[in-house]
């Protein structure tokens, strides 16, 4: 992750979710990532890193991710998941071709 970090470090420009069950979740999130598991130190479900990455990837740029929201939709919650305000990936182009 600091590896990343150091070629990239604009935190909107790469979005990093690192962890797993029991993680040190301050050190992660202080090594660089956007999203880490596990607050409360528990065990998190292998979709949560899923419906955070999805609600990431079709959330327009211009949208920050609401937190509260997308992590209250995890099936672990705030004990499992935890992140810092990131903006969406998702841009939209027109016209839309017709082939």
């Not at 979710?17 to 607050?39: R, V």
Request: glycine share 8%; hydrophobic share 40%; aromatic share 12%.
């Amino acid at each position: 992750m600091q590896k990343a970090r150091y070629y990239e470090k604009n935190m909107d420009d790469l979005v990093i979710f690192a962890g797993a069950c029991q993680s040190y979740y301050e050190a992660i999130l202080a090594a660089g990532a956007n999203f880490a598991s596990s607050p409360k130190r528990v065990l998190i479900h292998a979709f949560d890193p899923v419906f955070i990455a999805e609600k990431i990837a079709y959330t327009s740029i211009y949208d920050p991710i609401p937190l509260k929201e997308v992590i209250a939709d995890t099936i672990t919650g705030l004990d499992g998941i935890g992140g810092l305000e990131t903006p969406g990936k998702h841009r939209r182009g027109i016209p839309k071709s017709s082939y």
